[in-house]
């Protein structure tokens, strides 16, 4: 087995994972979906009571994919806050103090509804010890559009006794798969990428990303996705996080 001195790993869906199922369930013209726009909705209205939830609705996932394909385009990373601000101006509601502090206000009530659905799985924390009494390096590089809740997560599951830096895309400014994430990742472990191991669940972001940046790389491949035909190659495919263990010969 090759050596390696410092190991990455992405947060959600491999450190901890997160649920839809654990999302409210809303149903809106015969459709029903797991959301956070209740949430987002009781904020709103208490300034626009006139707008109703159907309406509201429409722009909360027209600003949501809107946001997406506008990070996406450039692995750019931007904070939620511009999301809100931006369905709040298709809405035509003044940017103002007033307006910019309903955006705040809705992200945190997004983020908090996001943050109730995560789970640090008990395997999870026990493969986590292992390696640390392992002796291994460890850090976390995470594509999140808002930092606060990715460090409150870290600190209510107590993940600083495992990992010595985390690297938050929001304050990056570039998202996985760019190569800037993964440099800044590097040069703050003080790491060589030949000797560094990046373990996450997209394998756009995650493997072809820190495959990209001279790291091997171990997908995470909890969905079962395909893995015929891949390029770049993952060095390791895992069906549950534990097994890294497996791949470091822990185990």
Known sequence: MKKY??????????????????LPLIELSGVRARTTSKEVYEVFRRRCPDVPFPEFYEHFIGSYREFQYLKLAENREYPNRDRFLMMLS???????GEGAALADDMVRAHMNGLASAVSFPPENESALSA???????????SNFDYAPTAYSLIEKFGLMRFFERVIISEEVGWRKPSPVIFEDALKAMGADPGASLFTGDNFHADVAGSKNAGM??????????????????????IPAFPDVLDVLRLS
């Open 5 to 22: 001195d410092v190991l990455f790993f992405d947060l959600f869906d491999t450190v901890i994972n997160f649920s839809f199922t654990n």
């Open 90 to 96: 298709k809405m035509d509601l003044p940017a103002d």
């Open 131 to 141: 390696l640390r009494d392992a002796k291994y390096r460890m850090a976390i590089v």
């Open 216 to 237: 091997d790389s171990v997908w995470l491949n909890s969905r079962n996705e395909n893995t015929e035909g891949l390029d770049p190659e993952p060095d390791y495919i």
